[in-house]
């Protein structure tokens, strides 16, 4: 299990491939879970490209770090790990929080990166109101009466159920989450805008989103894919929140697509 100190946090992370002969795709977590959501991902595009998989301060095996924290902070963590890790340039692919983490580090180091997946996103996500609500949850009772709503947002109704194992693990993995770090994360999200950002990206963008996604529906998504410029937009059938767990093979798709059309120096559409 590698871990990386980088500035004040200790980061756990893992490095599938070969980054000196492959492109590198960093992978984001969304809030509440770790890196594992993007195994199967890296595995079915393990022959295209190398995967940095890492947990986000507060999540995870990573240090929770000091408090308060905004994305920014978050976007230092990943800046600080790939020069650690000596990569100069990747493709980004930001899952919720995990694109907003992208949108941050592309406006401040826009020379590390050569493309932008934002999967289930937006360029603000909720409101002030509703994660003031989950921080106060959170704060007086932990994560547990959190597991059902957000569970519902996360996947369909046909992944819900008691026969599947991926699902209970799923859960059991938000369930063993931080409560300090997820509130931390909450309260990051609540005060993050990155309305300009998004309209300044300079790389190809692809926006994706699940058809039943629960957190960030598809006109969110769309909306943010309207602010990139030349961005293209694609929604992903019979999934929820998490394109990585519930339909990893078409997810791994599109990013095998949006890779080959960096390579060949043409936007993805």
């Not at 002969?21 to 991902?41: H, K, M, Y």
């Not at 003031?132 to 959170?138: E, L, M, S, Y």
């Not at 989450?177 to 692809?206: E, F, H, K, M, W």
């Amino acid at each position: 299990m590698p871990f990386m100190r980088v500035g004040e946090v200790a980061i756990h992370y893992r490095l599938c491939g070969n980054a000196s002969r492959q492109p590198v795709v960093v992978a984001i977590n969304s809030l509440g879970t770790d890196f594992r959501i993007w195994e199967t991902v890296a595995e079915e595009l393990a022959p295209h490209a190398a995967f940095l998989l890492y947990d986000k301060r507060g999540h995870g095996l990573s240090d929770l770090g000091a408090l308060p924290q905004s994305i920014e902070d978050h976007a230092g963590d990943l800046e600080r790990l790939l020069g650690a890790l000596g990569i100069a340039r990747v493709l980004l692919c930001g899952l919720s929080v995990g694109g907003l983490i992208a949108l941050a580090l592309h406006q401040r180091r826009p020379d590390l990166v050569a493309g932008v997946v934002f999967c289930d996103t937006a360029h603000r996500i909720g409101t002030a109101e509703s994660w003031d609500a989950r921080i106060a949850a959170v704060d007086a009772e932990g994560l547990a009466p959190l597991l059902d709503p957000v569970m519902e947002r996360w996947f369909t109704p046909a992944y819900r159920v008691a026969e599947n194992a991926d699902y209970a693990g799923y859960r059991n993995m938000l369930a063993r989450q931080s409560p300090q770090g997820y509130a931390a994360t909450c309260a990051a999200i609540r005060d993050a805008d990155y309305t300009q950002a998004a309209r300044a990206i300079t790389v190809p963008a692809l926006c994706l989103v699940g058809d039943r996604d629960g957190a960030t529906p598809p006109d969110v998504v769309r909306s943010l894919a309207n602010l990139i410029p030349e961005a293209g937009f694609a929604v992903i059938a019979d999934c929820g929140h998490l394109p990585c767990i519930e339909q990893p093979a078409a997810l791994a798709s599109h990013i095998r697509a949006f890779l080959a059309a960096l390579t060949e120096g043409s936007s993805y559409v």
